[in-house]
């Protein structure tokens, strides 16, 4: 299944079409096309990749998609990747290191679910595992304020049962998610506050 995005006038959407826990709160395709101004990692973040022999790419949008998609059998062990409404935040024992996301986007990954799910605030790429594996699934997300359809696609989660989209920051929105037989209609929110993982969406 080929991997969607849409990018639309207001903000580029970009759909990355991806068992422990995930974070629950606290501080701190077509070819794919990244959100404006992609963010660079900087040394930092570099050097903690290359401690699990983790190849840097060029910007944090390219990381974002390169721990989402890997298997979950080749995650690196002590590696948390925690995405955060402005930052990446990426930790090895007491080690952080935060690598700014672009301030006018928001990630925001989804786990859809059937019958088991579990809370999740802030999304880690490295942890967190959904019920539904590689399931297609159709996605609408629609502005309240005016009702524009920023996505209407078709999507295949990762492994680790996620899909994943960029949307502009800042506003209130609507995703329905159709897996075929099953449909589910949320709230989302891409504000300072919002959370960028939704683990509470039942298809029945």
Known sequence: MI???FAASLGTLVLLVSVAACSS???STPTPTAPDSPV???VDAESM?????IAAPANVE???EQLQSQPLAERPAGLMAS???NELLLSSGDDEVGVPLPTDDFHLSVAPYLNDTHDCYFHSLTTCVGELADEELQVTITDDANNEVFLDETVTTFENGFFDVWLPAGRELTM???DGENTAEVPVGTGADDPTCVT?????
């Not at 990749?49 to 022999?53: G, H, K, Q, T």
């Not at 509470?200 to 029945?204: A, G, R």
């Open 200 to 204: 509470t969406v039942q298809l029945s």
């Open 40 to 42: 660079g990692l900087g």
């Open 176 to 178: 329905r998610i159709d």
């Open 25 to 27: 709160g606290g501080e």
């Open 49 to 53: 990749l290359a401690e699990f022999d």
């Open 83 to 85: 995405v955060r409404v």
């Open 62 to 64: 390219d990381l974002i």
């Open 3 to 5: 991997r969607s995005r």
